[in-house]
């Protein structure tokens, strides 16, 4: 009896639009075993790539309201009738490993709608390797048939470098806050968001939330224009997730973007750049992998690593002897 279904057989469900099927291949395509990886592969070949979805990035900080913002955006799509995936990045214990996975019970409207699939999965404490399962994890949710597949990452910080090279708009929830603010969010995660969202725009935080809207819309006219918008983007703009205001004007702000893209060529020229990134990065991540798991080259590293310590090697000077070692393995 195997450990997993044949790859062939999997994506065919999934390919149906099998939920558990769809659960099953993410979780083999999440798993760190080498058998698994060789049938991540063939489940991903046999696959394929004719189906796309729209890809949706969206961060912030801690306490913006992410969940009730993708409860309610979520909601509102399926109410239109598309199907929608929410990939949701939980970061993980640097002691333990372990992380809460409670994305499922912050949505919990959202959870049961049959139209939406919501997979929370731990970040392990590598931003760079979790973004590369993530992007896998799209793949299947787009041969499974999905509309949009909304992409959560942990917070403002690396794991936004990531998620910017495998979505298609890249959103940024914040809260209202006074100027200082403005100061806290780094000028790079401002250049990469289409869209910045100020979420509880109501009550007695609805004026703040208007003045940190404005704050935020002078700063993105002194950035540089991109190639890559159209007039008036990037923008910002107010929303209520509890109340559910703005949302449908947020929506129709990144279907005209992605449109635009679309029609201008740049979208493909998008995609293509994310591929190159990521299949340097692959190579790149199997070229650690084999060594830290090659023998020979564990030699070396041991070898090269006690010189450093004992003061006899430079650091780059062992670094070019390992690498000489892995030279020498190569056909």
Not at 61 to 87: D, H, Y
Not at 163 to 174: I, S
Request: hydrophobic share 45%.
């Amino acid at each position: 009896m195997t450990r997993n279904p044949a790859p062939d057989d999997l994506a065919q469900r999934i390919r149906a639009g099998d939920r558990r099927a769809l659960a099953k291949g993410i979780t083999l395509v999440e798993s760190g075993r080498a058998d698994d990886r060789v049938a991540a592969i063939a489940l991903l070949t046999a696959l394929g790539t004719d189906r796309q979805a729209l890809r949706i990035g969206l961060s912030g900080t801690p306490g913006v309201g992410k969940s009730t913002f993708i409860e309610s955006f979520g909601l509102m799509l399926t109410g239109q009738g598309k199907r929608v995936a929410v990939l949701a990045v939980d970061p993980s214990s640097a002691r333990s490993g372990g992380s809460i996975l409670g994305d499922k019970t912050r949505m919990d409207y959202l959870a049961r709608d049959p139209l939406a699939f919501i997979r929370p999965s731990p970040s392990q404490t590598q931003l760079g390797g979790v973004a590369r399962r993530t992007r896998e994890a799209v793949a299947l949710c787009e041969a499974a048939g999905f509309d949009i597949v909304l992409i959560e990452t942990v917070g403002v910080g690396q794991s936004e470098t990531m998620v910017a090279q495998m979505a298609d708009l890249f959103v940024l929830l914040l809260a209202p806050a006074g100027g200082d603010e403005l100061q806290g969010v780094k000028r790079g995660i401002m250049e990469m968001a289409d869209l910045i969202l100020v979420n509880k725009a109501d009550g007695d935080l609805k004026s703040q939330a208007m003045r940190t809207c404005a704050d935020y819309a002078g700063a993105l006219r002194l950035l540089r224009k991109r190639p890559q918008d159209p007039e008036d983007f990037p923008k910002a703009m107010t929303v209520s997730a509890l109340e559910q205001h703005g949302l449908a004007a947020a929506w129709d702000d990144m279907q005209h973007l992605a449109n635009w893209r679309r029609d201008t060529g740049i979208w493909d020229e998008v995609r293509l750049a994310q591929v190159s990134y990521w299949f340097t990065e692959d190579v790149r991540q199997g070229l650690v992998q084999l060594l830290e798991s090659d023998p020979a080259l564990q030699d070396a590293m041991t070898t090269a690593k006690a010189q450093v310590l004992s003061g006899k090697l430079a650091p780059s000077v062992a670094a070019a002897q390992v690498l000489a070692a892995l030279k020498g393995l190569a056909p």
